[in-house]
């Protein structure tokens, strides 16, 4: 089992996830090494490999198919590699000057579908439909089980984005602790939300809606913007139009008007830019079976949202120093590129 | 000129350098265009190509040898293209939601040999000592112009490190605002302080000394250890004995025993995994002349020290999401990798 630790001077905690460490070689491993790994010929992920991944926690199937065969559209599956494992709420140990607890949690595979070779955007809208409602599902499955304070569901999209296997696929990992990005969006908002006397993020989309010029796209549900102060070039973010902190009150329609806006807006990133490495990750309020006490204000305060990273540039020393980032384009110019042409 | 744009939710800023932008392409080249863009044959911080660079601001000469001319062992000039840039104290702006200000402040080239192929672990160690000196009067030279309140010194080495010249350099970065992470330790530095009656890195050098487990090197002024909760593989922190929030308080001796602990340090990573691409940065105080109110304590609570990241994995939708990260490596075995053997 891997195991949290705490750094207690900036109380970040990082996840070291031991078994996979072998010899130093396995961190750099040579090219045709790394070639070697993933073999072309084979994808656990697709149609017909089921059995080449732990038994499915989900799937939505065709008519009379079976679990763990073929004739599924999205497929849900334990990581075979976890960061985290599930097990008993674990205990907080503290030695001196150091801070660690089992690394308890979980760890889900969303393969979007059985097609190796067609990316989300490349989806018809009802399937990217699919894959959002396994997301909705599973966090709900999983919010159940209550020593797990926040279920995180991201993607990544390219070997430089961190994807060890190209297949179309996103991930979902429950921690036993809300992540530190997490807490200071919630402390952000709930701060912003007692000194404007609304949620921060709903007058966000009013004012970004009124000055057009980050303003990528919109529906009836949803809108996406580049951010004032993005990290990265081409950084979006994705607002639900509707104020709520949480990801799973979703109802169908607007589900549906996700799909609509993911489609157009990944469409867009993989036309205009070349089809580039990313990264994207829900950012929702903490279970709802836990929170009512210690964010009583959240309610009102949290408006969960997707964002969306483009991997253009790479971090460096300054970044890692200081927690600035340097974006060579203004998020203004970003918009101007990726809104559809008049 | 750039802007510094604050996120009002999580507090971050970030410098969006505008005049860097043109089309998309420019933030996707092909591999080709990449290549193009850095011709081998042509290195602007190579010797006899002094007149390439901005004029410099400092340079170790050999005797008799002029300025912006061969003949220099380190030389100091202002970035080509800076971040940010020189001016009057920037002016806060806030409207309604959104807070800017000019981008001003100080980027600079330590130019740390005039040969392109030799590493810093390569140099003898006088010469990184000169490296290092070099950074210590940049520092205070900056700090008099008091509209800096912290000054950034970091090393980008290989191009997944975000190098863009591939000659050995690194950079100095001057901002008008306290970072984020280094607001962020020394918060946690001052809460610690009181809380355990000592600085809490004099405190963990101690106990990593004597627990011996994630210790690497040590001499009669430094030590290194890999963090007992690191973000990545074989990520290193190199921590003066004698405690002092400001590097530029270092003397001659202890530059002297930084050098031989760097070129150590550095050689073992090169050698131990096929000289990785990596940063280095230096988290100190803020700037001496301007902290006395705001920061009673600091000199007290206040550690420096130099924090070693080799790019091994990469940042994915887990950790930009979070604010965790997934470590493959427990310190311990990365440490006995690194270790000097018996």
Redesign the interface.
């Known amino acids: 089992m891997s195991?949290l630790?705490?750094?207690?001077?900036?109380?970040?905690?990082?996840?070291?996830?031991?078994e996979?460490?072998k010899r130093?070689?396995d961190?750099?491993p040579?090219p045709a090494e790394e070639k070697k790994r993933e073999p072309a010929s084979f994808c656990p992920f697709c149609a017909g490999n089921e059995s080449k991944t732990p038994r499915e926690v989900y799937a939505l199937r065709k008519k009379g198919a079976r679990p763990d065969r073929p004739g599924w559209l999205v497929r849900v599956v334990p990581n075979k590699f976890p960061?985290l494992t599930r097990g008993l709420p674990p205990v907080p140990h503290e030695d001196?000057?150091?801070r660690w607890m089992n690394g308890v949690g979980v760890h889900e595979v969303v393969i979007e579908t059985p097609d190796h070779d067609r990316e989300l955007p490349d989806l018809p809208v009802y399937h990217i439909q699919h894959v959002l409602e396994a997301y909705k599902l599973r966090i709900i499955s999983i919010e159940e089980e209550f020593q797990y304070k926040?279920v995180?569901v991201?993607?990544?999209k390219g070997?430089?984005?961190?994807?060890s296997l190209s297949h179309p696929h996103s991930?979902i990992?429950a921690?036993p602790i809300i992540?530190?990005?997490?807490n200071?969006?919630l402390y952000?908002?709930e701060r912003?939300h007692r000194q404007h006397g609304e949620c921060?993020v709903c007058?966000?989309i009013r004012?970004e809606t009124k000055l057009g010029d980050r303003l990528v796209l919109g529906n009836d549900h949803f809108c996406v913007v580049t951010?004032?102060?993005?990290?990265f070039?081409?950084e979006m973010r994705v607002y639900p139009l509707r104020h709520s902190p949480w990801y799973t009150r979703m109802s169908k329609t607007e589900s549906l008007g996700l799909a609509k806006i993911l489609k157009a807006t990944l469409g867009k990133l993989k036309n205009?830019?070349?089809d580039?490495p990313y990264?994207?990750?829900?950012?929702q309020g903490p279970n709802p079976n836990l929170v009512h006490e210690a964010w009583a204000n959240l309610e009102k305060s949290f408006h969960w949202h997707i964002?969306i990273?483009p991997i253009?540039?790479?971090?460096?020393?300054?970044e890692?120093?200081?927690?600035?980032?340097?974006?060579?384009?203004?998020?203004e110019?970003a918009a101007s590129?990726l809104r559809p042409s008049p």
Chains 1, 2 share one sequence.
Request: with cysteine.
């Open positions: 195991e630790r705490k750094d207690i001077i900036s109380g970040r905690w990082v996840i070291i996830a031991a996979r460490s130093p070689d961190f750099r040579s960061a001196g000057i150091f926040y995180h991201f993607k990544n070997r430089e984005a961190g994807a991930q990992v921690t992540p530190k990005k997490v200071e969006e952000g908002c912003l921060i007058r966000i004012e951010p004032f102060a993005p990290r070039p081409f205009i830019l070349s580039p990264n994207f990750y829900i950012h964002e990273i253009l540039t790479r971090v460096a020393g300054f890692w120093g200081t927690g600035f980032y340097i974006n060579p384009v203004p998020p110019t590129f």
